[in-house]
T-cell receptor, first 113, second 109 residues
Framework: DSGVTQTPKHLITATGQRVTLRCSPR?????VYWYQQSLDQGLQFLIQ???????AKGNILERFSAQQFPDLHSELNLSSLELGDSALYFC????????????FGPGTRLTVT | GQNIDQPTEMTATEGAIVQINCTYQ??????LFWYQQHAGEAPTFLSY????GLEEKGRFSSFLSRSKGYSYLLLKELQMKDSASYLC??????????FGPGTRLSVLP
């Protein structure tokens, strides 16, 4: 158990819908990262937050957005969902914005039908 | 463009040594990471290299050559539980993480 929690574990929704994935980092960690893992694309970095501020942006679509709240939990919002958005979404946390050791949560499996 | 290459699959025998190679071409270099991922589970951090040379951590070692855009992960005294995918990732100057496709390692008895 990494100490990072993600909810929900599974999510099934229809195309065009909007969902919110939630992540709570390890106690004391200030940085949160979001990743998407699909069979055809592998693991892709989406975005990083550090202490509430956006720190780095990867291959995140405009239909997706994220934020980190004052209590350091983070949410990833996915809208206008498409079949291709079906994937495993991981959240990870680290102590600081430049820490090299990240701790991954168990992931949220999103299925878009 | 950003590109990381790794072998797709490797097979080794329990107790043996295996080397998983990774080559990269990225927009700048700010560190190279290795992760282990068992099927259906989250990745776990194995190692980090930012300077050339070898980093050793128990049965696992990682090597980096920045001039060659090359790294390898060395696993010694292989155990059945080492059967997993191994992901190589580079952090570029934009603090973006670029992951390779992963190498699926099968350890046979």
């Amino acid at each position: 158990d990494s100490g990072v929690t993600q909810t929900p574990k599974h999510l099934i929704t229809a195309t065009g819908q909007r969902v919110t994935l939630r992540c709570s980092p390890r106690s004391g960690d200030l940085s949160v990262y979001w990743y998407q893992q699909s069979l055809d694309q592998g693991l892709q970095f989406l975005i990083q937050y550090y202490n509430g501020e956006e720190r780095a942006k990867g291959n995140i679509l405009e239909r997706f957005s994220a934020q980190q709240f004052p209590d350091l939990h983070s949410e990833l919002n996915l809208s206008s969902l498409e079949l291709g958005d079906s994937a495993l979404y991981f959240c990870a946390s680290s102590v600081s914005g430049s820490s090299y050791e990240q701790y991954f949560g168990p992931g949220t499996r999103l299925t878009v039908t | 463009g950003q590109n990381i290459d790794q072998p797709t699959e490797m097979t080794a025998t329990e107790g043996a040594i295996v080397q998983i190679n990774c080559t990269y071409q990225t927009s700048g270099f700010n560190g190279l990471f290795w992760y282990q991922q068992h099927a259906g589970e989250a990745p776990t951090f194995l190692s980090y290299n930012v300077l050339d040379g070898l980093e050793e951590k128990g049965r696992f070692s990682s090597f980096l050559s920045r001039s060659k855009g090359y790294s390898y992960l060395l696993l010694k005294e292989l155990q059945m539980k080492d059967s997993a995918s191994y992901l190589c990732a580079v952090r570029d100057y934009g603090q973006n993480f670029v992951f390779g496709p992963g190498t699926r390692l099968s350890v046979l008895p």
